[in-house]
C-alpha cells in the first residue's frame, strides 16, 4: 500500500512563497502521473496542477498558471509544487495524488489511486 505524505505548508504573507513536497512510502509511484488539488474553507475541491510520469509534461489551472511550478524526483519519490506570488485565495488545503493516467482534472479523492493527507496552506493578505 503507498502512502502519500505532503509537507511544506504553512503561513506566509501575500506576495511570498512556499515548496510543498509529497512524499510516497510503501511502492515507487515514478510510474504514475502526480497532481496537487486543493480545498478552501467552505468551497469545493479545485485541480491545481498535474505532471506526467516522467516529469516531461505538466498542466496547471488558470488560477495558478504562471505562479505555481510542479516538479518530481522519482529517485527521491517525491513530487513538489513550488508557489510564487501567494495570494489571500491561495488559502486552502493542497492534496497530492497519484493515478496512472495522466491528462484528467479530477478533484474526487476516489477517483485516484492513492490521496495524500493534506497540508494547510495560509496566505495573509
Known amino acids: 500500500q503507498v502512502q502519500l505524505v505532503e509537507s511544506g505548508g504553512g503561513l506566509v504573507q501575500a506576495g511570498g512563497s512556499l515548496r510543498l513536497s509529497c512524499t510516497a512510502s510503501?511502492?515507487?509511484?515514478?510510474?504514475?502521473?502526480m497532481y496537487w488539488i486543493r480545498q478552501a474553507p467552505g468551497k469545493e475541491r479545485e485541480f491545481v496542477a498535474r505532471?506526467?510520469?516522467?516529469?516531461?509534461?505538466?498542466y496547471y489551472a488558470d488560477s495558478v498558471k504562471g505562479r505555481f511550478a510542479i516538479s518530481r524526483d522519482n529517485a527521491k519519490n517525491t513530487v513538489y509544487l513550488q508557489m510564487n506570488s501567494l495570494k489571500p485565495e491561495d488559502t486552502a488545503v493542497y492534496y497530492c495524488?497519484?493515478?496512472?493516467?495522466?491528462?484528467?482534472?479530477?478533484?474526487?479523492?476516489?477517483?485516484?489511486?492513492?490521496w495524500g493527507q493534506g497540508t494547510q496552506v495560509t496566505v495573509s493578505s
Open positions: 510503501g511502492r515507487t509511484v515514478s510510474s504514475k502521473a
Open positions: 495524488a497519484a493515478k496512472q493516467i495522466y491528462g484528467l482534472e479530477l478533484t474526487d479523492p476516489s477517483e485516484y489511486e492513492y
Open positions: 505532471i506526467s510520469w516522467g516529469g516531461g509534461r505538466t
